[in-house]
């Protein structure tokens, strides 16, 4: 979708929004990491989650974030 004319911010938004659930991830007291969903068109690493997740498929699976708990 673009958000004006031929200029698409998607990229910029999710990276934002992982980029704040991470920190807010830390800041409770957890660990956390992003996966890139999309590194090479071979890997495709979130198709591979989203099929044991049962993601519908019309969704895109751009990253995937894991949150790790120790003890808590």
């Given at each position: 979708?673009?958000?004006?004319?031929?200029?698409?911010?998607?990229?910029?938004?999710?990276?934002?929004?992982?980029?704040?659930?991470?920190l807010a991830?830390?800041?409770?007291?957890?660990?956390?990491?992003?996966?890139?969903?999309?590194?090479?068109?071979?890997?495709?690493?979130?198709?591979?989650?989203?099929?044991?997740?049962?993601?519908?498929?019309?969704?895109?699976?751009?990253?995937?974030?894991?949150?790790?708990?120790?003890?808590?």
């Open positions: 979708m673009n958000a004006y004319r031929d200029r698409c911010f998607s990229v910029q938004n999710y990276s934002a929004a992982i980029e704040n659930m991470l991830i830390v800041d409770l007291g957890y660990q956390s990491c992003w996966y890139e969903g999309h590194i090479t068109d071979i890997d495709r690493f979130c198709d591979k989650i989203a099929e044991i997740l049962n993601v519908p498929d019309d969704f895109d699976d751009i990253a995937i974030t894991v949150l790790q708990c120790y003890g808590k």
